[in-house]
């Protein structure tokens, strides 16, 4: 029995400092959207944008806004992995093969009693596939996760499937 308690409670830290990685993580990019958006008056199109200056085709921003490119102050990000034009996220973070983030607009807190009024548009960084016992963490390190009923008010969301995500901003 104690080495069954032993194995559970390693398993349990690991998806805990999985969620809190990713959490950490989505906070990074967050920030270095935040930083691009306010040097270059958009967000970026997609977060290849944050590494290197017009790389990748991502001359223009979210929602066909054009950056201004001279006001370009990055990278925003270093040190991370670009699957095309989003960032990937390692296997031991999200505890699945194939994560990776994106910069996505939507709606995801709008049915949500306690976050609306964020505005018509939702601006979101969005991970996934994401391992359940990850997602969960994630939850917890964020306070909560709207989605799925829960009436938490919490930038966090989980989206269909095995996908999270982080609200960030909103769009007019």
Avoid at 67 to 87: I, K, R
Avoid at 127 to 135: D, E, M, T, W, Y
Wanted: glycine share 12%.
């Amino acid at each position: 029995m104690t080495i069954i308690a032993a194995i559970s409670a390693y398993f349990l830290s690991m998806a805990s400092t999985r969620g809190h990685a990713l959490y950490n993580q989505t906070l990074r990019i967050v920030h270095a959207s935040q930083f691009f958006a306010s040097n270059t008056g958009c967000y970026p199109g997609t977060l290849a944008a944050l590494g290197t200056a017009g790389a990748n085709g991502q001359a223009t921003g979210l929602d066909g806004c054009v950056p201004q490119q001279n006001a370009w102050n990055g990278p925003y990000l270093t040190a991370l992995a670009f699957n095309g034009q989003n960032v990937r996220i390692p296997s031991d973070q999200s505890g699945a093969t194939g994560t990776v983030a994106q910069i996505e607009t939507g709606q995801w807190l709008d049915g949500n009693p306690a976050m609306q009024g964020r505005g018509p548009e939702e601006i979101a960084i969005v991970l996934g596939p994401v391992s359940s016992s990850a997602q969960a963490a994630f939850c917890k390190a964020c306070n909560g996760c709207a989605g799925n009923g829960q009436e938490t008010a919490s930038a966090c969301f989980t989206a269909s499937g095995d996908s999270i995500g982080y609200v960030f901003a909103t769009a007019q």
